[in-house]
């Protein structure tokens, strides 16, 4: 496929920008929902225990949770302007872009480390010799497990994309043009976006009276 | 009208005639088939999978009517008839019925049918078919190493406390087996927005199509909703995140919730697609333009939607507010409506219609009357004070049997049928396909019309063992399992020897209208040669001013002349 972007069963460059893109909005609609069954079940759970939710929040680590927001802002950033570079055919800007999300995401990923095994020395997860007194902070710290471990395998997920296309693009095997980037990058806003959801819930609970 | 019939004699070709170049000869060997792109091959490859765990499923119900034969517990142990029903269940739902239509017919057909040479993305619909194996690998590792005993539908905390099964492995599968689902459901939606063909406008596509799109919206939006579920249920087993723990103030019944907002969608993903079929096949063989096109059109939407909002029917005793129980019941009612809609259009089709009695029409037919009896029955079930009588009851698995099998699976076969010709190139014998189609109508109703009875009766699902006097009704349905087993099996080896020894199809054998019958029989890799441009609406079967305008009746005449 040398120099050629285009593939089966599209006529058009342009038409198939459109389908990736459209393709990638429908399959964002879908994890909007698993995410959404999700945080659902959180808030269902929250309504019935506030008092042992906001204990929970307090004892989440604000201080890295509100790095990694900055972080994963920041990222999608990056990643806006590495798709819109690529897209221009701006090999070097779009690389440089694209290598700085990628930086910035595996900051994410180290920092989430650090931050769990924190939250193991302190016994918050929920087995035997938990921290926290009320039985249903049990539960809040095991959505915040889950929540947090579903949205790194996400983000693992975007990363490992974003390396292989913008790898196959320095390597020349993929055009630069190709409808691809774009996608990546929706894929990684939403990433961004649902932690937008998930830091509120997790780190800011209880910490306002 | 003796020129139509004319018209569907199939002409003999002889069978030295070489087969032009089509999408089975375009490449040969075992990689031209397991890296195939070509959404024809895919749907294939589908069908081989489905089989497979059709018959996996099917052997789960025949040891059910095995033991159901007589009251006392006999053939195996309590935990191993849970196993069995699960077995059933869970293969039957998840790895036959859900990807059935859409993932066959629905792939093969979808961009014949809009004019187009592939999906939108066909890599995706290749990766569909892996997921689904690898799921479909991973539950049969499942059920070999014991099995699992919840009952399809995981219920905590039995699932996440109690159950002694594989119930991991088996959630695993599930929720693997949803993305391959949600794969097939942006692929045909991406398909149906962007690759119609010239002309080929929303309120041209044949209603097949549109069935596939709203089937696929609800793919997409749903599935997601499961995997949450599931999810949820695999942190609590395998990591001990107490969710729906009671002893921590975690919620058993926000499980059925999430459970339900993908579960019951499902059923309108296996029940959309035959509305679909049933509908280019009525009115194929009734020569008919559809009566009420975009009533259907919005009967589908409608029911694609308000799908989403009845779940709570599920959990009328489940200990649920009662308001909340009686907008359920409301909605659910509304969500009758359009499957009526479609029931009363395919009758208005039929009426002055010139009906001839092929094997796609028998299971049409048979369909119809099916769906309706499973339609109506529904409705009891949405009456609050009807479903505590029968909750958990015989008449609830006679319920959506007449559904999904009598409904679903009789249309599958139906389009099976129908589509055979273009599919192989083949046709298949008619005589035995009557046979089979007619025999499928009584072995399905003998099946299942006695556990309305025994269900309203109080004879409860899931038990092996039962009283003595429901007997009588489970033998008469073990009996008619027999004959429904016969019609299943039938036309596996008659599709099959038709493959060897069928005549050759013409291109359009049924001179039925829709772009798929436009090209070849088998098509072309490409589908088209050049790619065909749309000028009118589907179903053009008696254009207008071809025929005595309808003020001008004619008198009745009987089919096939005066015999």
Redesign the interface.
Known sequence: MSGGALREPWHSLRRQREAASFGMWLFLASEALLFGGLILAFIATRWFHPAAFAAAGREADIVYGTANTLLLLTSSLTMAVGAQAARAELPRLAGRALGLTLALGLAFLCLKGLEWRADLAKGLWPGPGFALEQPAARIAFAFYWLLTGLHGLHLLGGLSAIAWLAGQAVLGRRPWRSPAFEAAALYWHLIDVVWMFLYPLLYLDGRAA | MSELAAGRVRPAEGPAEPWPDNYLTAEQGLGSWLLT?DHKRIALLYMATLLAFFVIGGFGAVMIRLELFTPEQDLMTADAYNRMFTLHGTVMVWFFLVPSIPNTLGNFLL?LMIG???????R?NLLSWYLFVGAGLLLVVALVAGGVDTGWTFYTPFSTMFSNGYVLLAALAVILAGFSS?AT???F??TV???RAPGMHWFRLPLLVWALYGTSVVM??????L???L??IV??RA?????F?P?????PL?FQ??FW?YSHPAVYIMILPSFGVISEIVTCFARRRIFGYTFMVYAILWIAVVGFLVWGHHMFVSGQSLFTSLVFSFLSFVIAVPSAIKVFNWTFTLYRGQITFEAPMLYALGFIGLFTLGGLTGLFLAAIPIDVHVTDTYFVVAHFHFIMVGGAVTALYGGLSFWWPKITGRLYPEGWARFAAILMFFGFAFTFFPMFVMGFAGMPRRYAAYPPEFQIWHVMSSCGAVLLAAAYLLPMAYLTFSLFRGARATDDPWDATGLEWRTASPPPRGNFGVLPVVAEGPYLYHPEAEGPHHSEREPHQNQGGNL
Do not use: C, K, M, Y
């Not at chain 2, 990591?239 to 969710?243: A, K, T």
């Not at chain 2, 002893?247 to 919620?251: H, I, K, T, V």
């Open positions: 792109t961009p187009a040479r592939d999906l939108a993305f066909p995706v949600i459901g942006l692929n939606i991406a927005h962007l690759l997409v939006l749903a599935t997601p909703v995997a949450a579920s999810l949820l942190a609590e990591f001990g995140l107490p969710v723990d002893a921590q103030g975690g919620d926000l919730h999430l907002f």
